[in-house]
């Protein structure tokens, strides 16, 4: 199942892999403007629901979820670089009791990315992000950071990038949160199936190269604001504040010393993390969300 929204020309492609490994498609579009649905609308076979407005991620995958019948909901993004066969990997030989499971996600370079997945989110484990690079958390930080798995490892959440989730669990936890707009809909899945005694993994034989961590500069900023104003829900009372003060820490460090897209992407935050500090809410302005 994939969310479209205004993707440009990456259907077409995946399409055509999809098809020779899942038997039913569907394709949620969240009001496209620039034409990049055609691909799914003309093939047989392809459900497509089309939305008015752009509903996010999380509604618009409970929309599509109800398309088949499997064993499994496979969750794709429309930016992400699969190769044939890494669905097959990815759902082959599953243990029971795993609700979901995602690939390693890499750079251009192959080189493993943090964005895979992660741990419960804490001010704890923020705080460490905000005054260390990633590369030295050693798993007291909040993503995944080096020496990365080599084999199927459990881990708090992976990313929806591509994703499969078991669908008798997603069904029993009535589908992703539907507050969650963009991003944070996977850490909160994971969490309540991990109530239920479901394990999560990560499985490094699949490597998926994801654009949206190392694409275009608006986008890379665009997505930062989307995902602190996701992650702030999941704080509430002086624990928001207290987030707002950490963020605005490790934003601030960044602005000032970093470079390039890091840089804008900080400096992007920083009013943001002002309003959590004041106990604000965390979207300041809603046509901030008319890109996910």
Same mark, same amino acid.
């Given at each position: 199942m994939? *969310?479209?929204?205004?993707?440009?020309?990456?259907?077409?492609?995946?399409?055509?892999? =999809?098809?020779?490994?899942?038997?039913?498609?569907? *394709? #949620?579009?969240?009001?496209?403007?620039?034409?990049?649905?055609?691909?799914?609308?003309r093939?047989?076979?392809?459900? +497509?629901?089309?939305?008015? /407005?752009?509903?996010?991620?999380?509604?618009?995958?409970?929309?599509?979820?109800?398309?088949?019948e499997?064993?499994?909901?496979?969750? #794709?993004n429309?930016?992400?670089?699969?190769?044939?066969? $890494?669905?097959?990997?990815?759902?082959?030989? *599953?243990?029971?009791?795993?609700?979901?499971?995602?690939?390693?996600?890499?750079?251009?370079?192959?080189?493993?990315?943090?964005?895979?997945?992660?741990?419960?989110p804490?001010?704890?484990?923020?705080? +460490?992000?905000?005054?260390?690079?990633?590369?030295?958390?050693?798993?007291?930080?909040?993503?995944?950071?080096?020496?990365?798995p080599?084999?199927?490892?459990?881990?708090?959440?992976?990313?929806?990038?591509?994703?499969?989730?078991?669908?008798r669990?997603?069904?029993?936890?009535g589908?992703?949160?539907?507050? &969650?707009?963009? &991003?944070?809909e996977? +850490? $909160?899945?994971?969490?309540?199936?991990?109530?239920?005694? &479901?394990?999560?993994?990560?499985?490094?034989?699949?490597?998926?190269?994801h654009?949206?961590a190392?694409?275009e500069?608006?986008?890379?900023?665009?997505?930062?604001?989307?995902?602190?104003?996701?992650l702030?829900?999941?704080?509430?009372?002086?624990?928001?504040?207290? =987030?707002?003060? #950490?963020?605005?820490?490790?934003?601030? =460090?960044?602005?000032?010393? /970093?470079?390039?897209?890091?840089?804008?992407?900080?400096?992007?935050?920083?009013?943001?993390?002002?309003?959590?500090?004041?106990?604000?809410?965390? +979207?300041? $302005?809603?046509?901030?969300?008319?890109?996910?």
């Amino acid at each position: 199942m994939l *969310v479209n929204y205004n993707s440009g020309g990456r259907l077409e492609h995946l399409l055509d892999l =999809l098809t020779e490994e899942v038997r039913t498609i569907a *394709v #949620v579009d969240n009001a496209s403007s620039d034409g990049s649905l055609a691909p799914a609308e003309r093939r047989a076979g392809i459900t +497509v629901i089309r939305n008015e /407005a752009n509903r996010g991620f999380a509604a618009a995958v409970n929309q599509g979820a109800v398309v088949g019948e499997t064993e499994w909901l496979l969750l #794709v993004n429309p930016d992400a670089h699969i190769r044939r066969g $890494d669905v097959t990997r990815l759902l082959s030989g *599953v243990p029971e009791d795993v609700a979901a499971i995602a690939p390693l996600q890499v750079d251009e370079a192959a080189r493993p990315r943090s964005e895979t997945g992660g741990f419960e989110p804490s001010l704890s484990r923020y705080l +460490v992000w905000a005054v260390l690079p990633v590369r030295f958390h050693r798993g007291f930080g909040p993503w995944l950071a080096p020496p990365f798995p080599t084999g199927d490892t459990e881990v708090d959440w992976v990313s929806g990038a591509l994703l499969g989730i078991r669908r008798r669990v997603f069904a029993q936890l009535g589908g992703l949160d539907e507050r &969650y707009f963009l &991003y944070h809909e996977d +850490v $909160d899945f994971a969490r309540r199936a991990r109530r239920l005694g &479901y394990r999560i993994l990560c499985r490094p034989s699949v490597r998926l190269y994801h654009e949206v961590a190392h694409g275009e500069p608006s986008r890379r900023v665009a997505s930062g604001l989307r995902s602190v104003e996701s992650l702030a829900l999941d704080f509430s009372g002086w624990r928001r504040r207290a =987030l707002g003060l #950490v963020l605005g820490f490790g934003y601030g =460090l960044r602005a000032m010393f /970093a470079t390039g897209t890091t840089r804008d992407l900080s400096r992007a935050v920083l009013p943001l993390c002002r309003r959590l500090i004041r106990g604000e809410p965390a +979207v300041a $302005d809603q046509s901030l969300r008319k890109s996910p």
